[in-house]
Structure formats: C-alpha cells, structure tokens
C-alpha cells in the first residue's frame, strides 16, 4: 500500500515527520534510485527501494510497552523545563518511542508506550471507543446526584463530555476512593470533571486501557506486550483495518 515518504520515513525512526520532510528536501532520499525532493510522493514500502544518505530504509521493528509511571515524570520526550521524562524510565530501549495518551506530572499509573502511530491512533480516537479506567481519591464522597452528572456527562470548555462510569471504590487504608471509565481522554479531564462538581482530585492513578489492566507491575517498571495482550486494550472490537497488526 502506499504511503506518503515522509510518514515511512518516520515509521523507520529516521526522524519525526517534519525532519523527513526536511530530509527529502535536502535531497537525502531516493527511491528506486531516484532522487525525490516534492512533498506528497508517495511509495509501497514492500515493493520500492527506498534509501537514505546512501543506506537502505527497513521497517522499524514495532514495539509495545506498558509502564507504570510513577508521579513526578511528563509524558513528553523533552521538556523545557527540565523535568523527568517517561523515556527516562526506559533507558534500555533503543528506538524512537512515544506515550499513547497523557498523564500529567502528578498522575500515575498505566501508560502505553510505543513506536506505532498507527496502532496509537485507533486506541485514542473517541470512534473506537476504548475504555481508560482511572482510580480517584478524593477529600470526601460526592452525593449520588453528582455522580450521575459525571455519567450523564458534564460541560468543559463549552463541550460535553461523553458518557462516564462511576463506581464508590471499597476504602483502602481510610482513604476515599472512585473508579471511573472514559472513552475520550481530553487534557486533564478526570480532575477537571471532579473539580467541576466541586470535588478536586487529590490522587489519580490510571489502572487499564480497555481490558488491559496495569495489575501489581511496580511503579517505574515495565512489560513488553504481545498481540494477545493488544486485542485486550479494544475488549475484543477489534477495528477491521488493524486486525492484520493483532493477527
């Protein structure tokens, strides 16, 4: 199938896409022997002899992730700041990864952690509809009416969110605990919802994508997924153009 130069480019871990494009730019790249330099060319990785500076440009090995990330880390991979990175975490891995989805500096929790574009974008689209379930802990338990604001959906930022589940966690150690399910995941929109029906969060811990659950992994560690585990993040509506990657 054919693609765009550029996306396969990054796909192979030369670079991220806007470097490749400077990269074809410069006339760095050629295919079947011809030098490219037009943005929009595109070529069937299975069939095309693709090259960069010269050395032939093989699929990258796709790689699958989980972490457990641990408070006081950004699910970027730099920052101004100088902050902890989630990459940081993984310092064995030599290829060019990236988070699926947020966690903000002072939340924890399961977080996805590959080089699939693809693949990241079916779990994060609202149309595929994948279930991230975060744990909660809060100052007090809100009354039942607030809840099923939260489930019924709430505004922010003028838009209402999709359909929540929410469920009163048994207390661990005295503290108040919720569990509740999202299908979308905008930025910071577990604790905005919680502060919106005057609740702030006071923890957040993110425990599963879809059926994949982070379970007794230690935070700062890490398990490689197999296809097995993949199929558990869709609970089994797997979308049909990805079957071939969980096949």
């Known amino acids: 199938m054919e693609e765009r130069l550029q996306k396969i480019l990054a796909r192979a871990g030369i670079g991220s896409r806007r470097k490749c494009e400077q990269y074809i730019r410069e006339g760095r790249v050629r295919v079947n022997g011809e030098r490219i330099t037009t943005m929009g060319y595109k070529a069937d990785p299975a069939r095309a002899l693709i090259t960069f500076d010269g050395k032939t440009v093989t ?66 689209h609202p149309r595929y509809g994948v279930a991230k379930t975060y744990e909660v802990e809060l100052e007090k338990v809100p009354v039942p009416a607030l809840l099923r604001q939260l489930e019924q959906g709430i505004f922010l930022d003028g838009v209402k969110t999709l359909p929540a589940k929410v469920r009163l966690l048994a207390p661990k150690r005295g503290k108040i605990r919720l569990e509740i399910i999202l299908h979308e995941g905008k930025k910071r ?24 659950r982070l379970g007794h992994l230690p935070p700062g560690s890490h398990r490689f997924l197999s296809k097995k585990d993949l199929k558990k993040i869709f609970s089994g509506k797997i979308p049909f153009t990805i079957k071939n990657i969980l096949d």
């Open 59 to 124: 699929r990258e090995q796709q790689i699958y992730i989980l972490l457990n990330k641990p408070i006081g880390y950004v699910t970027t991979l730099s920052d101004p700041q100088g902050r902890p990175i989630v990459t940081d975490l993984l310092p064995d891995i030599d290829k060019r990864i990236f988070p699926v989805g947020r966690l903000d500096l002072n939340s924890e929790g399961a977080l996805l952690c590959t080089n699939d574009g693809r693949l990241a974008n079916y779990i994060l």
């Open 189 to 212: 929109q577990v604790r905005k919802m919680f502060s919106a029906i005057g609740h702030p969060v006071k923890r957040l811990k993110r425990t599963a994508y879809g059926d994949l």
